[in-house]
Nanobody, 113 residues
């Protein structure tokens, strides 16, 4: 069964940056599309970014130009570089495959002064 271990979250001031990592325990990783989603308190989970097996990326409008998703197939790891962070980016962030597997624990990002 695939498992996800997200890391890299924390408390950052508005305008700051964080880099999230997600290690995927799966024998076969490279053919899978990957995603980052987030869930803020009291809100539904929101898809933030996707990356195809070939590296094509897509983003929700609210993070375009600020977030970058990438992957390292050799390390079976997907990343989310987050720049120019805003308070509204505060949420628990999760990675997953596409199609989805059971969610991991996520990593908390808090943007506050």
């Amino acid at each position: 069964q695939v498992q996800f271990v997200e890391s890299g979250g924390g408390l950052v001031q508005p305008g700051g940056s964080l880099r999230l990592s997600c290690a995927v325990s799966r024998n076969i990783f490279s053919p899978y599309w990957m995603e980052w989603s987030r869930q803020a308190p009291g809100k539904q989970r929101e898809l933030v970014a996707t990356i195809s097996s070939g590296g094509t990326t897509n983003y929700v409008d609210s993070v375009k130009g600020r977030f970058t998703i990438s992957r390292d197939n050799a390390k079976k790891t997907v990343y989310l570089q987050m720049n120019s962070l805003k308070p509204e980016d505060t949420a628990a962030y999760y990675c997953n495959t596409i199609p989805r597997a059971p969610w991991g624990q996520g990593t908390q990002v808090t943007v506050s002064s």
